[in-house]
């Protein structure tokens, strides 16, 4: 998701992955999964299969581990600024974990093309030999949105076509 946030000078943008679920919705599902395993296990442990009580609460562990993962995962947040003399990129979760500040004429953003047209390109900000990957979570949309936004500021873009490769 690409949102513009309000900044004293210049452009300030928030770079999030699209979320179905927010975090207490994802709690509800596996409330709702909890509930529906211990009724089919219960009534399995009644008809003398009781050995299935330790497997569900195995799988139903699995399936909490897998969703904060990925809740976490989908908590990430990049804020690019945007300013007549600089570009800055700071990346975190909760907090701000690494944060990248270059000069703007010497920075540029490459647009790595897939080979495939449904593929989403990659994006990357770019000073000298330094290269930071930028959004890669972001969906087809998103990118075309935020490349928009980009060539709006005047920002460097620079193209750049697959590797050709020789399959035989």
């Given at each position: 998701?690409?949102?513009?946030?309000?900044?004293?000078?210049?452009?300030?943008?928030?770079?999030?992955?699209?979320?179905?679920?927010?975090?207490?919705?994802?709690?509800?599902?596996?409330?709702?999964?909890?509930?529906?395993?211990?009724?089919?296990?219960?009534?399995?442990?009644?008809?003398?299969?009781?050995?299935?009580?330790?497997?569900?609460g195995l799988e139903l562990a699995a399936l909490a581990a897998a969703l904060y993962v990925t809740a976490r995962h989908c908590q990430q947040k990049e804020v690019l600024t945007l300013s007549a003399d600089t570009i800055r990129l700071e990346k975190g979760i909760d907090r701000k974990d690494s944060e990248w500040e270059w000069p703007r004429q010497t920075a540029r953003i490459d647009i790595h093309t897939p080979r495939h047209p449904w593929t989403t390109p990659k994006l990357s900000l770019r000073h000298h030999t330094r290269d930071v990957s930028l959004a890669p979570f972001l969906n087809h949309e998103d990118v075309t949105i935020l490349i928009g936004i980009l060539e709006e500021q005047g920002v460097q873009l620079q193209k750049r076509a697959p590797p050709t490769m020789a399959w035989f």
């Open positions: 998701m690409v949102e513009q946030l309000p900044a004293d000078t210049g452009t300030r943008l928030l770079l999030t992955p699209n979320r179905s679920l927010s975090w207490h919705g994802n709690v509800r599902v596996w409330l709702a999964l909890v509930a529906l395993s211990m009724i089919v296990v219960s009534g399995m442990s009644l008809a003398g299969a009781w050995l299935v009580l330790p497997f569900a």
